[in-house]
C-alpha cells in the first residue's frame, strides 16, 4: 500500500515539475511578455497580409479590410471587426490565420500558412487586449 501512495505521489510531483517548467518555457500560453502591435504584429501583417489587403489588394476590395494601420486593423472589414480584443478564440482574424475556419477562405489566401510562432504572437497579442503599443 505505501508503494502505491509513494509511486503516485512520484508521478503528481513529476507532473507538477512538468507543467511549471513548460509555463516557464512559454509553451502553455502563458507569457508575461507583451506583445507589441508595433514591434510584433505590424510587421508581420505588413509581410504576409499587406499585399492583398492593401487599397489595391484584392482582399481590400473583397472584404473593406486593411492592414496599413492599427485603427483599420482594429475597424475590420465591410462585414465587421475581426478582433474581440482579449479573446483570440472569439476573433475571426485568428481563427482564418491558425486554419479554424472552412480551408477555401484560410488567410493568407492562396499562400503557405503563416509560421506557428506568428500565429501565437497574434493570438497572444489579441488575448492581452489587442493593444496599439
Not at 489588394?57 to 492599427?70: C, E, I, N, P, T
Not at 506568428?118 to 489579441?126: G, K, N
Request: glycine share 10%; hydrophobic share 35%; aromatic share 8%.
Amino acid at each position: 500500500m505505501r508503494d502505491n501512495a509513494t509511486r503516485r505521489f512520484t508521478v503528481l510531483c513529476s507532473s507538477v515539475s512538468a507543467v511549471f517548467l513548460l509555463f516557464g518555457m512559454g509553451l502553455l500560453g502563458c507569457s508575461d511578455q507583451e506583445v507589441s502591435y508595433r514591434s510584433d504584429i505590424q510587421p508581420i501583417l505588413e509581410s504576409q497580409c499587406a499585399e492583398c489587403h492593401s487599397k489595391e489588394g484584392q482582399g481590400f476590395a473583397k472584404s473593406g479590410f486593411l492592414v496599413d494601420s492599427y485603427e483599420h486593423v482594429m475597424r475590420g472589414t465591410k462585414y465587421g471587426p475581426v478582433i474581440v480584443p482579449g479573446s483570440h478564440a472569439s476573433s475571426t482574424l485568428y481563427r482564418l490565420i491558425a486554419g479554424e475556419a472552412d480551408p477555401s477562405i484560410r488567410m493568407p489566401y492562396h499562400r503557405d500558412p503563416l509560421p506557428g510562432r506568428d500565429v501565437e504572437l497574434i493570438a497572444t497579442w489579441i488575448d492581452q487586449g489587442a493593444k496599439n503599443n
